[in-house]
């Protein structure tokens, strides 16, 4: 909790010494609790507005609790809020509207209620939201912008520093990007079908202008797609091998576990510049790819294996433990296709990423269905 407490307080000075008019931030899952009280801290320091946005504070009931913090804490005075407003579904446009309105006004106390795709507290305290419809084109929304990055006194040469405690890893020395909204599966456990409601993807034309955009800007030639279904459409992704082939770019990336990852595919993305994909194969066991609904067999599942490590492709494979309705048999059967499988890695090429629990995401099936898989979901107050 120290640690928290002061790295806070030196990340909210930090960003108080460049006495920016606003700040936004993007908000996952993970990072919510850490981003909450940076945001109190920055409220207290500046008083300029501070919008939240992502999908960590995306449902209903995690906006209005966001909200509702004071920026200061309890007990001690004061009820300015933390957070102005709250962005909520694809932030791109919606960001771009809220920044022209602050300019406009120039006060602190501006309204953004009506906004499209902001979501604020009314004058009696209750939470409302304008919606936004999901964009059509997703070439057509605005790119994002690395300007102003590396943030105020931080050189860029810190991104690729060892970390500073055993506490924090280094930053990512490559560049983010990414190409998709949604997935073509429709896992149990997952939420980005319902959020994103269909499946969409950038032209290959645009994609590659944004890499090379990024090339002479930053200098980097090392990419992460960010998404988790690069390659949801098997000609697409072929396509953009053959326009990336011989760029010098280099490509990290997420692969669903589907069909269609042979041979063909593996030496095309090799050839493009792909270093390594994390795949989301979840299991080995033919009982629980049923229940998961993943729509794929074990039989693909060592074929993409098979066909990315013959190309040299090094993979990283999540595993879930613990799905409800696995037996000891289930089990049993994933640890021993792990052991198989490193027993045939000579080459070292497949990291394991297993044992994590089963994590209840919102708008999933698990969610929206629990009696179907047995669970029972117990709401608490906020």
């Not at 960590?56 to 005075?77: K, M, Q, T």
């Not at 936004?132 to 931080?154: N, Q, V, Y």
């Not at 020395?173 to 896992?187: D, E, F, L, N």
């Not at 994590?359 to 099936?365: H, Q």
């Amino acid at each position: 909790v120290l640690m928290v407490e002061d790295l806070v307080e030196r990340w909210a000075a930090r960003i108080a010494r460049s006495q920016p008019e606003a700040v936004f931030f993007s908000t996952y899952l993970s990072n919510t609790a850490l981003t909450l009280p940076l945001a109190m801290a920055i409220k207290r320091k500046l008083g300029a507005p501070v919008v939240l946005g992502g999908p960590g504070v995306s449902l209903p009931e995690v906006y209005d609790f966001v909200l509702r913090r004071p920026a200061n804490p309890a007990g001690s005075g004061g009820s300015m809020p933390a957070v102005d407003a709250v962005v909520v579904g694809e932030g791109e446009e919606t960001v771009v509207d809220v920044a022209a309105r602050l300019a406009e006004k120039k006060s602190a106390d501006v309204s953004l209620a009506d906004v499209p795709g902001i979501a604020t507290l009314s004058a009696g305290r209750q939470p409302r939201f304008t919606p936004r419809p999901l964009a059509k084109d997703l070439d057509a929304l605005p790119r994002a912008s690395f300007e102003g990055f590396p943030i105020p006194d931080t050189p860029a040469s810190a991104y690729g520093e060892p970390a500073e405690n055993r506490y924090r890893s280094n930053f990512f020395v490559g560049s983010p990007i990414a190409t998709t909204r949604g997935c073509v599966k429709r896992c149990a456990y997952c939420s980005e079908a319902a959020v994103w409601q269909r499946y969409r993807q950038r032209s290959v034309e645009s994609v590659m202008e944004e890499l090379d955009e990024r090339y002479r800007a930053q200098g980097t030639d090392i990419f992460l797609f960010c998404e988790s279904a690069l390659n949801g459409r098997r000609d697409w992704l072929i396509e953009f091998c053959s326009a990336s082939a011989g760029r010098g770019y280099r490509f990290l990336s997420y692969f669903i576990a589907t069909k269609g990852a042979d041979r063909e595919l593996a030496q095309a993305i090799a050839s493009a510049g792909f270093r390594g994909v994390t795949i989301g194969v979840e299991t080995f066991s033919e009982s629980v790819l049923k229940n998961v609904r993943k729509n794929i067999t074990r039989t693909d599942i060592d074929e993409s294996i098979e066909s990315l490590t013959e190309a040299g492709i090094h993979i990283k494979i999540n595993v879930l433990c613990g799905f409800p309705g696995e037996t000891e048999e289930d089990h049993r059967e994933c640890v021993e296709a792990i052991a198989e499988w490193r027993r045939r890695d000579s080459k070292g090429l497949i990291t394991w990423d297993a044992g994590h629990p089963v994590r209840v995401e919102p708008y999933s099936p698990y969610w929206t269905d629990p009696d179907r898989y047995g669970i029972t979901i117990t709401p608490f107050a906020i």
